[in-house]
């Protein structure tokens, strides 16, 4: 079955989907955007989505597209025409089509909005969290505010491909203070000597991830102590058990930083538990 796109207010092949060169998003990156996770035919999270859309929105000050409600079932009309079962929808609002200049374009601009859907295959990600995965460190050298979940992703980019080049699949950016951030497209995790779980406090020095905060919820159901707060390199060299958290990878562990074997060099039981008590705990809605 051919892929199908919303673009502005028409469902198109895929193929065929474009917006105009004069979007504000191909030219400036002025836009954000979201990625959500379908397992089992239920939309993950997509409340706790839609609230992060709106703050990005809001901090950006780009209008919203149409109301949320309407969002909602274009979202839904989209994964059912591209069947989507398993697999994720991308969301992107830009501020819209105008002459290009850097100042904003005239009130009333309409803002431009995408949607698209693909299918996943599960047995991959199950493969991923049974061996684990690989990681490099990288300085950060984004702008301030990551809290925004920007389409200007060009450093993200380059830190990941950096990664691929070096046989790994996620980079952990490192602060001027040799303290952990987050990865190019996930938040990070360590566990201590003691089974604490620690993760960078989400303010403005990171994206505060959906997963992140639905794994709070799941920790807590878990009765396992979570702790927010700054942890440097050589913690999560020393961590029991180091992973990441993102909408389509859920949590993914991390056997190996820049060649050196995290513990054992082999998936913690921790992140196991965490992963099989996710679904039970996060938001479902019917596609």
């Not at 950006?60 to 979202?75: D, E, G, K, N, Y």
């Not at 490099?136 to 389409?151: A, E, F, G, L, Q």
């Not at 691929?164 to 602060?175: H, L, S």
Request: aromatic content about 6%; some cysteine; hydrophobic content about 45%.
């Amino acid at each position: 079955m051919p892929r199908i796109a919303y673009v502005n207010g028409r469902y198109v092949p895929h193929s065929n989907a474009m917006v105009h060169v004069e979007d504000r998003g191909y030219q400036f990156a002025d836009g954000v955007y979201e990625v959500c996770e379908i397992r089992h035919g239920l939309i993950v999270d997509l409340t706790r989505h839609l609230n992060r859309l709106d703050r990005s929105l809001s901090e950006l000050r780009i209008a919203w597209p149409m109301s949320r409600a309407a969002l909602t079932q274009v979202i839904r009309e989209t994964l059912r025409r591209n069947h989507v079962r398993n697999g994720l929808f991308y969301l992107q609002v830009t501020r819209g089509v105008a002459r290009r200049d850097h100042v904003f374009p005239a009130e009333g601009t309409p803002p431009s909005i995408v949607v698209t859907a693909k299918s996943t295959d599960p047995s991959v990600i199950a493969k991923k969290n049974a061996t684990g995965i690989k990681a490099i460190t990288v300085p950060d050298n984004r702008w301030d505010r990551v809290d925004i979940k920007s389409v200007g992703l060009l450093s993200n980019a380059l830190a990941r491909q950096q990664a691929k080049e070096a046989g790994a699949q996620e980079a952990i950016y490192i602060d001027a203070d040799g303290m952990v951030k987050e990865g190019a497209a996930t938040n990070v995790w360590i566990v201590d000597s003691d089974g604490k779980l620690l993760t960078r406090p989400a303010e403005n020095g990171i994206l505060r991830g959906i997963t992140r905060t639905t794994l709070i919820d799941v920790a807590a159901k878990l009765g396992l102590e979570i702790v927010e707060r700054k942890f440097s390199v050589s913690e999560m060299m020393a961590a029991r058990e180091v992973f990441i958290t993102a909408a389509t990878s859920i949590c993914f562990p991390v056997v190996s930083i820049d060649g050196q074997a995290i513990a054992n060099g082999h998936p913690g039981s921790l992140s196991q538990n965490i992963r099989e008590a996710f679904f039970d705990v996060a938001e479902k809605i019917a596609i």
